[in-house]
């Protein structure tokens, strides 16, 4: 189990996880870049806004890599289009060539 003090926009307190005090650092490290990116937003004033914000773009980016893991599955799982005769000629024709040259070298 690990403690993590958090001490960042006008805030302070201490968390206890099921991680280790490496991870949650690590986390609170991200979360701190993800928070210095939205505080140059001139339109953000109050630490509220970052946090808010911050948290917004941190659930876009899980969004997204779950989308795409998502993709990625169904890439796998979706039957798989047959190869033209070209295409299996030519795979064919590269794999011959490079057993020559190795049977050349040996």
């Known amino acids: ?4 003090k958090i001490d960042m926009l006008g805030t302070s307190f201490t968390i206890q996880a099921n991680e280790d005090n490496q991870y949650l650092e690590k986390l609170l490290g991200y979360y701190k870049r993800i928070t210095d990116d939205v505080k140059n937003i001139d339109s953000i004033k109050s630490s509220l806004q970052v946090a808010i914000l911050s948290g917004i773009m941190i659930c876009d980016e899980l969004y997204k890599e779950k989308q795409n893991k998502i993709a990625l599955e169904n ?3 979706a039957p798989q ?5 070209t295409d299996s000629e030519e795979i064919q024709r590269i794999t011959l060539e490079m057993i020559q040259k190795i049977d050349k070298v040996l």
Not at 1 to 4: N, V
Not at 81 to 85: G, N, Y
């Open 81 to 85: 289009v047959s190869e033209s005769s």
């Open 1 to 4: 189990m690990g403690r993590l």
């Open 75 to 77: 890439d796998v799982n």
